[in-house]
């Protein structure tokens, strides 16, 4: 027996000190990093949006809720509650960690003396190593998060690695890491070892959105289990084990559409204020310089039309 009442949304929602997970922890310690860290930037006089902290300490609120409450234990035995902490971890974490501008944090309150010197070094250092550059490709990161839902579910990796001792733990860290690694390179503002264009970004967002979305129609349309972690919740809990698998479908279905609606009117409006800027700076530099381009250009046509001339006697 796992001493677990009858699930229902206000047991889900007690805390449970009795199994609480390490992102417990570090959900706790980045957001008195990120706290702590803010403070000290507007000490010196430097302004830091409202918004990059209310979005970075909601993802670490999001990861505490849903590893230290009691979602944590019946996630272990329903398959519509691990989809749950999947999709929160993955989709929802994520976004509001980069939105958050971490990277931007730990520039600007790190002091560039002493020990703090030498961990801005440390940081900069493995952010532009070759492992960096490869693992935030969109050739990695778009096949990785695919395979979080196709690979792991379709396959017998979440029995066998949920059946370890600390698989569920490892299991959510993977995902956490997944969703990390897919959206950065779409919305962080902070330094990137590369960084694509905003039509390379666009391509990934509506390459990924359907992809993730059709595993909830496999689910709910599945006509027996597919993973036999959850084929024997506690009897006494009266749960249809299809019932409870079309639920998860459901949830893969429509819990990341409101989410990936977000970041693309985030990313269409980045792209556009970017584009702003860009022909504000190109005006700037045209009435500095009188658009020495275009009367290079104009000249080389006129070069062009000279040079086609017959020569007259």
């Known amino acids: ?26 959900g706790a310690v980045l957001a008195l990093w990120y706290w702590w860290s803010m403070h000290r930037v507007r000490a010196r006089g430097r302004l830091w949006p409202w918004y990059r902290t209310a979005c970075f300490l909601a993802g ?15 996630g272990n035995e329903l398959f519509s509650v691990w989809m749950f902490q999947h999709l929160t971890l993955s989709m929802a974490i994520p976004p509001l960690w980069v939105l958050g501008s971490p990277g ?15 961990v801005l070094a440390l940081a900069l250092s493995a952010l532009r190593s070759r492992p960096a550059r490869w693992m935030l490709h969109p050739g990695f990161t778009i096949p990785v998060f ?3 839902y196709y690979g792991i579910y379709l396959s017998p990796i ?9 698989g569920h733990v490892f299991l959510e860290i993977f ?54 972690t959850f084929v024997n ?21 429509s819990y990341g559409e409101p989410v990936a609606l977000v970041v693309v009117v985030i990313f269409a409006m980045r792209w556009n204020r970017d584009d702003k800027r860009m022909n504000a700076a190109q005006d700037r530099r045209a009435e500095i310089d009188g658009d020495s381009d275009l009367e290079a250009y104009n000249n080389f046509l006129r070069s062009l039309s000279a040079a086609e001339r017959p020569e007259t006697r």
């Open 1 to 26: 027996m796992n001493g677990l009442a009858p699930p229902s949304i206000g047991q889900m929602l007690t805390w449970d000190s009795s199994s609480l997970s390490p992102l417990v922890l570090l």
């Open 175 to 228: 995902f956490l890491a997944s969703g990390l690694l897919f959206i950065m390179p779409v919305l962080a503002t902070g330094p990137l070892p590369v960084r694509q264009s905003y039509l390379g970004r666009c391509f990934d967002l509506f390459v990924e959105m359907p992809l993730h979305v059709f595993i909830g129609v496999v689910l709910m349309m599945a006509t027996k289990p597919l993973l036999t």
């Open 233 to 253: 919740p506690p009897p006494e809990w009266g749960v249809d084990v299809m019932q409870d698998q079309q639920l998860a479908g459901a949830l893969a279905w």
């Open 146 to 148: 695919l395979f979080s």
């Open 158 to 166: 979440f029995d066998a690695v949920s059946g370890l001792p600390a």
């Open 104 to 118: 931007l944090l730990l520039l600007r309150s790190t002091s560039h003396r002493g020990p703090g010197r030498n």
């Open 60 to 74: 670490c609120l999001l990861l505490i809720a849903v590893t230290g409450s009691k979602v944590e234990s019946y």
